[in-house]
């Protein structure tokens, strides 16, 4: 059983601070949806607000449909997961997992069914005597999960539950709970200000900044026609190239650099006019040293100031004309022993791969 | 050996003046405050009591006429055991143990909201607010306590003035009074060990329980309650320890028929000049205190090294 999430109009103000201002969203039942953005930007306060902990100042929750206002979150058909996961110390792993049956007068033997079920669905069977102490860090998450899914909520709220784990065990439990999602099937609301766990987990993300909602979309859309400078620098990497817009052609603009012209593409509820100061964004990934018969839209000369190794790709920073920054990533199966630190070099990017946005801040500054 | 000495770990870490001064404070303390004065004690509750140029001589020797005094009474009394000084102490460690849970059950809330509700200025000024009282001396606290309990005292006064009652109510001569007094003179050394205890709690466990569905009673009973348990029990401890030992808030404020047991001991030694029962009765209010709080962690599984965090 899942159920929608509606945030209509939400905003919480912490005396004159808005911590999330306006916000109008609706999750979907069954949904993996994420909300993404820097710490400070609003999205535990959004997090709060659904799990009931939060009264927002203006606006409603609904979940399925139901105006949550009043309802404390105990009585809420939500479950939050706690980024120190806050399983309690003094149960055994059991009891930690069928805590919510035990307060609602559950008997025994069956909270013991119950928990043995869910030690099975996240693979810990026979461990229910445990303390939490004895477990490991993807145990003690996987812990957490099960006792939140015990009374078998209709939502399950997740506050940045991986961020204490290391990178391997972070990879695998991501991938991990998303399989859990699949087979309960109920809506997930995961915060993180980690944008790969976002992309790689959710079905749609919601990018924040300063607890105002940027971008809602599904992760590619996000990703690849972002909305702001924002989320074009925040989702991922991205070169900023700063002009005035020169000339439009169908969804194209023309920019006007310091460093040159370049042609990118505008996005449909962005319309930019000739004059318009802005911003063509140009992803690492997206910067091609040509080979030849390679035909690019746009050519940029660099000057290359140094390199990082990454394993899968090799990362370039260098300069332009202007002192600008640009990086580029090669991938490491391209042999790049020619180019060095000092190297001039021209380099190529399709228009269909660069963005054009109004100018405004970015998430980096 | 010198050499064996200062090479220990505590000696590096300290340094060598200030781990001899902790040394030497510390075995001062040990020896001379505790130990010497405890089997002086013990040794003499087992003597007769003589006057001091009598001693060592024929009449001073080992016995146990105290501590039968104690159980039986006196030689030519007529009663089966000593009703009285048994009842005294009796109620002394009854009441004490209603004191300490009266205590907790006070204390508790206020830890809790002190520790977990207030915003941080709020907690200082509560926090202040409990100490100042104690400021001032507990003979005097028990004085200004009995100026409110007296028969014409403020309250009375009060409650009659306006009408309430016609008649006072005999607080001191109901020990209401001395219990009230007992109540708050150690109730800081249950406040603190509670708070630091609760304090310690991260809130995410307390807000998990309620998201997991829990009631507030439930929460408490279940996550609080549990992981403060060191807490309670060394409040509770120092709160029974204290409260049985008590002599200035029962003499100024128990009623003229009733004795706490201390102010028996105290009669012993200096009204009757009967040091040695004096000592045979203060050995046995120790013992039986111990044995006390003992079992209770026994009950409550509680080590001795949980409570001393």
Redesign the interface.
């Known amino acids: 059983m899942s159920a929608d999430v509606e945030l209509s109009d939400v905003s919480v103000t912490f005396g004159s601070f808005y911590a999330a201002k306006n916000v109008n969203v609706k999750v979907n039942g069954g949904e993996f949806f994420s909300f993404l953005g820097p710490s400070g930007c609003g999205k535990t306060t959004l997090l709060r607000a659904i799990s009931g902990f939060q009264e927002p100042s203006e606006g409603k929750v609904l979940i399925d449909n139901k105006d949550m206002s009043g309802i404390g979150p105990n009585k809420r058909p939500t479950a939050l997961i706690f980024q120190n996961l806050a399983l309690f110390p003094l149960m055994s792993v059991s009891e930690n997992i069928a805590f919510s049956l035990e307060v609602r007068g559950v008997s025994k033997e069956e909270r013991k069914k119950r928990a043995d079920e869910l030690l099975e669905l996240i693979a810990l069977e026979g461990q229910g005597d445990k303390k939490v102490h004895q477990l490991s860090g993807g145990q003690k998450q996987r812990v957490a999960i099960a006792r939140a899914l015990a009374v078998e909520p209709k939502v399950l709220l997740l506050d940045e539950p991986l961020s204490a784990l290391d990178l391997k065990l972070r990879q695998r439990m991501r991938t991990e709970l998303r399989e859990i999602q699949k087979r309960v099937n109920i809506t997930f609301i995961y915060i993180t200000h980690d944008q790969g766990e976002a992309l790689t987990m959710s079905d749609r993300i919601a990018v924040m900044n300063e607890g105002e909602l940027e971008q809602i979309g599904k992760c590619d859309e996000v990703y690849n026609n972002p909305l702001t400078p924002f989320v074009a620098t925040f989702v991922g990497e991205n070169n900023p190239l700063y002009g005035k817009v020169t000339g439009i052609e169908g969804d194209k603009a023309k920019i006007e650099t310091a460093d040159g012209q370049y042609l990118a593409t505008m996005n449909e509820s962005k319309k930019l006019n000739i004059g318009d100061e802005s911003i063509a964004f140009v992803r690492p990934e997206s910067l091609f040293i040509p080979r030849d018969g390679d035909n690019f839209d746009n050519k940029i000369d660099v000057n290359i100031e140094s390199f990082e190794f990454e394993g899968n790709l090799k990362n370039f920073y260098a300069s332009l004309k202007s002192g600008a920054k640009i990086k580029f990533s090669v991938p490491n199966a391209i042999d790049t022993s020619s180019i060095t630190s000092g190297s001039s070099i021209v380099l190529g990017f399709e228009s269909s791969k660069s963005v054009i946005l109004p100018k405004a801040s970015l998430a980096i500054d | 050996m010198n050499n064996f000495l200062f090479t220990q770990p505590f000696f590096k870490k300290n340094g060598k003046a200030v781990a001899i001064y902790f040394l030497v404070a510390i075995i001062f303390w040990f020896v001379f405050l505790v130990i010497i004065p405890q089997f002086y004690m013990l040794d003499l509750s087992f003597r007769t009591n003589v006057p001091p140029l009598a001693r060592g001589g024929p009449e001073d020797y080992y016995t146990f006429e105290h501590y039968s005094h104690f159980i039986f009474g006196s030689k030519t009394a007529t009663d089966a055991f000593n009703f009285v000084d048994l009842g005294v102490f009796g109620r002394t460690i009854f009441v004490s143990m209603l004191v300490t849970i009266a205590n907790l059950l006070f204390c508790y809330p206020i830890a809790f909201y002190i520790a977990k509700i207030a915003n941080p200025s709020t907690a200082r000024l509560l926090i202040v607010s409990l100490i100042i009282p104690f400021w001032i001396n507990e003979l005097l606290r028990s004085f200004a306590l009995r100026i409110l309990f007296a028969n014409e005292g403020v309250i009375n006064n009060f409650l009659t003035g306006v009408g309430l009652l016609d008649q006072g109510i005999l607080f001191i001569t109901y020990d209401i009074g001395l219990y009230t007094g007992l109540i708050y003179a150690y109730i800081l050394l249950m406040m603190f060990p509670l708070y630091n205890a609760i304090e310690s709690l991260?809130i995410?466990?307390i807000?998990?329980?309620?998201?997991?569905?829990?009631?507030s009673f439930?929460t408490h009973w279940?996550?609080v309650i549990?992981?403060a348990k060191p807490g309670i029990v060394s409040g509770c401890t120092m709160v029974f320890m204290l409260t049985v030992g008590a002599l200035a808030t029962p003499v100024v404020l128990s009623s003229p028929n009733t004795l706490w047991f201390p102010q028996l001991i105290y009669q012993w030694f200096n009204m009757n000049d009967n040091w040695s029962r004096g000592s045979a009765y203060s050995i046995i209010l120790l013992i039986v205190s111990v044995i006390f709080v003992l079992t209770m962690m026994r009950i409550f599984k509680v080590r001795i090294g949980e409570i001393i965090k």
Do not use: F, Y
Not at chain 2, 207 to 215: I, N, P, T
């Open positions: 991260d995410n466990q807000e998990a329980a309620k998201d997991l569905g829990s009631s439930r279940r996550i549990p992981h």
